[in-house]
């Protein structure tokens, strides 16, 4: 199998996650995208998910140049692995 994913094929939360960091980093496809946003209309939690990781990402950017603590790095990536 190729691996595309067409709109008649929804992806799954873990997916969704994987393709998530993609759209946030700016190298997803429109496709890719735009599977993510339906996931996104009908799952929830992975919409709350979502909008974390968005200011995450915000927040990070914002302290660019800044290093952050490797423990304090480590409990956010571990947030947003496990949620809460």
């Known amino acids: ?6 709109t008649h094929d929804p992806i799954d939360c873990s997916q969704m996650l994987d393709e998530l960091q993609d759209v946030l980093r700016g190298e997803a ?7 993510v946003r339906q996931h ?3 799952c929830s939690p992975c919409l709350q998910h979502a ?11 914002s302290c660019a140049g800044t290093r952050i603590p490797a423990d304090v ?6 947030c947003l692995h496990h949620g809460t």
């Open 51 to 61: 909008a974390f990781e968005e200011r995450f990402l915000a927040l990070l950017r």
């Open 29 to 35: 496809t429109p496709e890719t995208a735009d599977a």
């Open 1 to 6: 199998g190729g691996g595309t994913m067409t």
């Open 73 to 78: 790095r480590e409990r956010l990536l571990a």
């Open 40 to 42: 996104l209309e009908v």
